[in-house]
């Protein structure tokens, strides 16, 4: 009893700390989207609010299950639980094995997206934000290279743009120095305008797709580990919900005997056996 009482509360712990992290994702995802402006064109590949909020809730559905299902011992939900999670378990493995497979595909597809962000960039603030802090934390700028910039309708380099950011980059594009308290929000106009050798001087130029790629490449047992812990707890509460489940089939399936033993009891206590032998006292 102590072992079913170990796995039922140990799968019921890990589902509600995941449970709290989605409504934590969904509570962060529905401020960011109502604080934008109403005319937001919002799609889920790039708007961040939007995703945290999908994320937020596929992650409230499983894990309500499991919570649910592990403290009412309800072997229908478990059930749901452990296949909702084995189908998310492989297509998590599925991703990973196209991703490998099809690099160059993945890489052309992923280099689209980014661009679409940059395109983007200054319409949505969630999307913005994160944009800068991209460029910073890898010290880079644009998706390739710097002058990707230009796709952006504020920092396209062409005679008609009156944007005064014309043929420019991001703030986050530039070069801080160490001793600078002031932040000099217009440090990338005109950056466009520049050859890369005068540019580097001031501004990153590298694109974030190879820097990205250098980070994974440097961190490989980081990013592996990180990937292989999220697959091995995910196996384990699978295997946590799959044991309570059969534990508590198998009471159910004893419950069942006993009570239909009782009734056999019971039926034989009510008929006397035939040609039982009554003297009359």
């Known amino acids: 009893m102590r072992g079913y009482r170990g796995i039922k509360y140990t799968l019921f712990i890990f589902c509600y700390c995941f449970w709290v992290v989605s409504a934590v994702l969904i509570a962060v995802g529905i401020y960011a989207k109502v604080a934008k402006e109403k005319d937001v064109v919002d799609t889920l590949t790039v708007d961040p609010a939007l995703l945290l909020i999908v994320v937020g809730s596929l ?77 910073r934390k890898f010290q880079c700028c644009g998706v390739e290279e710097y002058k990707d910039w230009s796709h ?71 990013v592996a580990g990180l990937t292989g812990g999220l697959l091995l707890l995910e196996v384990c509460m699978m295997g946590l919900a799959g044991t309570q489940m059969a534990w508590v089939q198998k009471v159910q399936r004893r419950q069942k005997d006993s009570e239909a033993r009782s009734r056999e009891e019971r039926k034989e206590r009510l008929w006397f056996p035939p040609f039982a032998d009554f003297n009359d006292e």
């Open 59 to 135: 992650m409230f559905l499983i894990t309500f299950l499991g919570c649910f299902g592990a403290l009412r011992n309800a072997t229908c939900l478990l059930k749901m639980f452990l296949v909702i999670l084995g189908v998310v378990f492989l297509l998590q493995i599925a991703a990973g094995a196209v991703g490998y497979v099809f690099t160059d595909m993945v890489m052309e597809r992923t280099e689209k997206l980014m661009m679409k962000a940059v395109v983007r960039y200054r319409e949505d603030q969630d999307l913005e934000n994160a944009i800068d802090f991209i460029q």
């Open 152 to 222: 952006n309708v504020y920092f396209e380099c062409s005679e008609s743009n009156p944007s005064l950011e014309v043929c420019g980059v991001p703030f986050s594009c530039c070069i801080h120095l160490e001793n600078q308290t002031v932040l000099n929000t217009m440090c990338g106009y005109g950056m466009q305008q520049e050859q890369e050798g005068s540019a580097r001087e001031h501004i990153f130029t590298t694109g974030c797709l190879e820097k990205i790629i250098m980070w994974a490449q440097n961190n490989l047992l980081l």
